[in-house]
C-alpha cells in the first residue's frame, strides 16, 4: 500500500504551508493536494502570518529556519489568536536541538528526513482527525527548570478510568 493511501485524509481541510525553500514547499504541497487538501502557501514566517491573519486554515506546517520570521516565532504569533487549529512544525534539526511540541508550541514536530512525508501525512491526519491544539510554551522558565534552561523531563498523566 502506498504512503498516500494510507495516510487518506478524514476529511479535506484548508492547510497553510510555509518554508522558503521552494522544492521543499512544491514537494509537500503536490503531497497534500493529492491526498485532496486545498493548500496555500508562503515564503517566509511573515507571509504565512499575513495569510492566517486573511483567511481561516485548518491546519498550519511551517518550517522551523526562515527569514523575517522564523518559525517559533510564526507559531508564537498564531497562538495569540490568530490561528485556533493545529500547527506543525518541520526542521531539520528538531532532533539535533531537541525541538519538542512542548518547547515549539507547535502539535507536532516532524524531523525532516527520508521518512519525512510519512511523518507529515500521519501528523496530518492525526491533527486533523482529533482537532487537538496545544498550548503556546512558556516564556518564562519553570520551577521544574535547572540552571541549565532544559526542562525537566515529563511524566505521562494517569489514564483515566
Do not use: C, Y
Not at 484548508?14 to 491526498?35: C, H, P, T, W, Y
Not at 517559533?72 to 518541520?90: K, N, Y
Amino acid at each position: 500500500m502506498s504512503i498516500l493511501k494510507s495516510a487518506a485524509a478524514p476529511n479535506h481541510a484548508i492547510i497553510l504551508l510555509v518554508d522558503d525553500n521552494k522544492m521543499g514547499l512544491a514537494a509537500r504541497r503536490s503531497v497534500l493536494e493529492e491526498l485532496g487538501h486545498t493548500v496555500v502557501t508562503a515564503n517566509n514566517g511573515l507571509d504565512g502570518l499575513e495569510k492566517a491573519m486573511a483567511q481561516k486554515f485548518d491546519l498550519v506546517v511551517t518550517d522551523w529556519k526562515m527569514p523575517k520570521v522564523d518559525g517559533l516565532e510564526l507559531i508564537r504569533r498564531l497562538r495569540e489568536g490568530v490561528h485556533t487549529g493545529p500547527i506543525i512544525l518541520l526542521s531539520g534539526f528538531a532532533d539535533g536541538v531537541g525541538l519538542r511540541e512542548e518547547s515549539s508550541g507547535a502539535d507536532a514536530v516532524v524531523q525532516k528526513s527520508a521518512n519525512e512525508i510519512q511523518m507529515l501525512l500521519r501528523a496530518v491526519k492525526s491533527l486533523l482527525s482529533n482537532k487537538l491544539v496545544r498550548k503556546p510554551p512558556s516564556l518564562a522558565r519553570s520551577d521544574s527548570e535547572g540552571e541549565s534552561g532544559a526542562a525537566a523531563p515529563r511524566v505521562p498523566k494517569p489514564k483515566a478510568k
